[in-house]
């Protein structure tokens, strides 16, 4: 099976104090480029997050989008400053002696004085955290993994079609360049009868033109390797896995050797055949760039 390198992915989780939303989406690009968009208060956890992103994924630019809501009581604790509440009401009472007054001091009135109390953060539970951001992220990842793999497939049945196209087009180029050298044959001929009028014919002469003209315009090495290359890649897409780098390589290849036919027709026939060939590999080139 080949991926794609296009797909998205969303999933959610929760317990009983946060609940972590993560989205995920990925274009093609030539290696593994994450982007991470998380909360500042939980940027610690961006490393794991990369790392986590690594065990689905093995190219492409990825963008994570990492959203979070605090379900539970509020990240604070109220604390009171027993020391200082002491003095308070130590103070109330030498006062209540000094002057002869009843100490009416309650609670109520002790906490009226607000330096007493103070706003502690939470500890937070790092572990308890990265379990449920976790859950999200690996839900997210596979429904990511899963659209790739789908787009994969659409991908191996075009670029099945495009190949058996080429190799039905390299097949006609083969087929054409033996009656090239039989065009150019009968043209010699026909061009010494126009010089000599006694008709007479140098066989040799005219076998040893057709050979140096047919050396020019073989192109035999190049369909030979070009049915190669078309071999190797319907096999790689076939085996599946990785092979978006070779895939690539290989339709350089491919574009190599039909730039090179190209050159060499002669005729209408073999260049618009060539001009084909060109734009299926052209096609070929622009899809493989899209696969893992």
């Known amino acids: ?11 959610e989780s929760a317990n009983n104090m946060i609940k972590f939303v993560v989205e995920a989406k990925s274009v093609n690009h030539r290696f593994l480029d994450t982007s991470v968009r998380i909360p500042k208060e939980y940027g610690f956890l961006e490393t794991s997050v990369r790392a986590e992103v690594k065990k689905y994924l093995i190219r492409g630019k990825v963008d994570l989008y990492i959203t979070y809501v605090n379900l539970g009581d ?17 103070a109330y009472r030498r006062m ?34 990265w379990g449920v951001l976790k859950e999200a992220l ?12 789908r787009e994969g497939e659409d991908l191996k ?19 054409r360049y033996p009656e090239l050298l039989l065009e150019y044959r009968e043209r010699l001929r026909d061009k010494v009868r126009e010089l000599f009028t006694d008709n007479s014919i140098d066989e ?10 047919a050396d020019k315009l073989a192109t035999d090495e190049e369909t030979v390797r070009l049915k ?20 690539d390589f290989i339709a350089q290849e491919m574009n190599r050797e039909s730039n090179t036919i ?11 055949l060539a001009i084909d060939l060109k734009t299926e590999i052209e096609k070929i080139r622009e899809q493989v760039q899209n696969v893992e």
């Open 157 to 175: 049945r075009d670029l099945l079609e495009k190949l058996v196209r080429m190799k039905e087009i390299v097949d006609s180029i083969e087929r």
């Open 96 to 129: 209540a002696e000094t002057f002869g007054l009843e100490n009416d001091l309650t609670v109520s009135t002790l906490g009226m004085q607000e330096e007493i109390f103070a706003l502690e953060e939470k500890a937070l539970d790092e572990e308890a955290v």
């Open 1 to 11: 099976m080949i991926r794609s390198m296009t797909g998205f992915g969303r999933a």
């Open 262 to 272: 190209l050159s060499k027709a002669t005729d209408l026939e073999t260049t618009n």
């Open 138 to 149: 690996d839900n997210a990842l596979v429904m990511l993994a899963e659209t790739r793999s």
């Open 74 to 90: 509020a990240d604070l604790n109220l604390q009171f400053n027993e020391h200082l509440a002491e003095e308070y009401v130590n």
């Open 204 to 213: 040799n002469r005219i076998a040893t033109e057709v050979v140096l003209y």
């Open 228 to 247: 190669s290359h078309i071999d190797s890649m319907i096999k790689e897409i076939s085996e599946g896995g990785d092979v978006g780098r070779k895939l």
